[in-house]
């Protein structure tokens, strides 16, 4: 085993031990927390296949931001409710294995390309900004630009699904 | 000679590692004396001066001090994040030290510590997580005054990190990088950035003081409501490395700010406008660098003992009503400006 190997290794089951942790965990906080620990260690992963520009996303974007956010959302509701780690909820941890199936079974075709994926060029991942950013806003413009719609729509909708009714 | 090559690049990264700690470990406390003698100047009063010579060893007293208090540990509080709270304030101002450029070069020896190709980003993403060390600390002390300040604190975050965001995304436009170094060099090179983009300059520098919690955005702590916010129920060296945390993270911000908007380490005058080429303008670009800091520093310390803080809605409204469509308009007005001139 390389140290490459072992690094991966180590961020991986890191990464699902804090996935697990996230779900068992009896508070909102601390959950909340271990899935920004999470969001490293996926960081960590992006490092090790030459990504550099996705990690740093990776941590800027979510563990800097919309976590902190998701943490604001759970502070400000105060959720102190205890809870058992399966939540009380039977059919919940019956339907638990038939997701993971269905992951999986989903999955497997990418799985087993694997060896094709590590034939081909990569370097849209590797390295610089350019790299990343110009498929980006040449190739794949015009799903961007529509995305950016789409959003822009839910937002426009939360305002005003949000808004207080004005009292006659 | 290829081994000696190798030994003398571990012996460079031992001395700018050090030079960090020192820094933060040395000239912070000194920052908060500064803060002291300024505030006092500014009052008419005389301040701390009783102390070593000419009240230098306040500092280290305070420290002592703080060493030598009982550390108590509430029991009604949550106690890993407690513990691990004012360690998450104090980090991040540690690991961006590393990717601040702090001079072009020292005899064969460069003044930056890592210099990572898109460091910018990195310094966000690690200097985003100061705001957990405040929001864990107001939620695990689980008593009123602290949370509230917690809350506040994730509020007014995630307001002006967009801003800070979308300020420097003109900078980037025009110096097409996303290096420190390379910004620094592309100002000796084409004058200092807050000459060309005063708007984002003035956009930073708000969302800085927004960003460190310090007057008029000082609402974490905000004494007059919350006590002392997010940090009432530490003692001790817990509490000294939240108050060392907040001064890191203001001389975090001064560098920053020097180093994309004043030129780093340059003057615009010959031999200090290019990477040094003897020693002696190497160790002239260090102090230039930690003058234009300190000068920085100094409107931080100043700002906070004129004016007053805001109300919580004035904040907000500010964030999302004022700088963040400056911004946008910043970026529009760069995007044509250069598409005029063909391209940066």
Redesign the interface.
Known sequence: MTAYDAIFWFFSLALLLCGVLVLISP?A??SG?YL?LSFFFLAGLYVLLQA??LA??Q??VY???IM??F??VI??LDYRESRHWWHGNLLGLAGAPLAVAALAAALLPVLKRSGALAAAPEQWFE???ENVMTPVFTRYLLPVEITALILLAATIGVVVLGRKEKQP | MHLDAVIWEWIFVGIRILAIFVITFAIVPYTVMAERWVCAWIQDRIGPNRTGWFGLMQPWADALKLFLKEDIIPNHVHKVYFVLAPTLVFLPALLTMALMPWGSNLGPMSCVLADIGPGMLVVFAVGAFSVYGIVLAGWSSNSKFPFLGGVRSAAQLISYEVCIGLSLVAIFMQTQTLNLTQTVLYQAANGWLVWQQPLAAFLFLICMFAETNRAPFDFPEAEQELVSGYNIEYSSLKFGLFFLGEYANMMVASMLLVTLFFGGWSLPFAPFNAPALVWWVGAAHVAIFVAKTACILFLFIWVRWTVPRLRYDQLMGLGWKVLFPLALLNILITAIVLGLRGGA
Request: net charge neutral.
């Open positions: 508070n906080v601390a927390l920004v550099f520009f740093m996303i941590v800027l563990a800097g931001a902190v956010l943490l604001f502070m400000l390295g610089t900004l």
